[in-house]
Every structure is written in C-alpha cells, then in structure tokens.
Nanobody
C-alpha cells in the first residue's frame, strides 16, 4: 500500500511553468506515473518514471516541455512543466504501480492545472 499526496497545481499564463510534486508514503519505491484528465475527456497518460528513476518516458504531446523526476530520499516524484499551453489544462494525478506492466492501482487526489491563453 502507498498513499500519494499531490501539490503544485494552480493558474498560469500560456508559456509559463509549474512544478507538480507527489509525496508518497510506503514501504518501498514504486514505478510512478503522471496522468491528466480534462473536462469531458478520458484520463490520459503524461509521463512515467521507474522505481529507481533510471528510466523515464513522456507522452508525445508533452515531450520537450515536461520532465518527470524523483527524489527517493524524499520519496517524492516531480513533474516540471514548461511552456504550458491552454490544452494542458486538466486535473493532474500521480499514480503508482506494484510491478512492471501492472495497472496503476494507487492514485493521488489530483491537482488542478489551468493555463490561460
């Protein structure tokens, strides 16, 4: 079991930046992901980082703008979001999974990101 608490969302102008944080409480490190869901749309994958931080992957829509990282000493995962666009507006969720290829079974409460044009 792991509990996830997100922070860092807010309002920002197009072209601006935000850094989201996800603090995890659990017995060990987990593979982690960031997802987002805009109003009326399905939740979509944004970025992934493995348990050690050695492997990362971002969705094509955010490559070159978003960076996922983690600090295992602080048990925290970050999503640095640069050059934000109005279409990035969504509720952003962090999630954890128990093993490679598994479902993301653990979810944070979500944090709202709103990008104005």
């Amino acid at each position: 079991q792991v509990q996830l608490v997100e922070s860092g969302g807010g309002l920002v102008q197009a072209g601006g930046s935000l850094r989201l944080s996800c603090a995890a409480s659990g017995r060990r490190s987990y593979d982690m992901g960031w997802f987002r869901q805009a109003p009326g749309k399905e939740r979509e994958f944004v970025a992934h980082i493995n348990w050690s931080g050695a492997s990362t992957f971002c969705a094509d829509s955010v490559k070159g703008r978003f960076t996922i990282s983690r600090d295992n000493a602080k048990n925290t995962v970050y999503l640095q979001m640069n050059n934000l666009k109005p279409e990035d507006t969504a509720v952003y969720y962090c999630a954890a999974r128990d093993a490679y290829g598994a479902m993301y079974d653990y979810w944070g409460q979500g944090t709202q990101v709103t990008v104005s044009s």
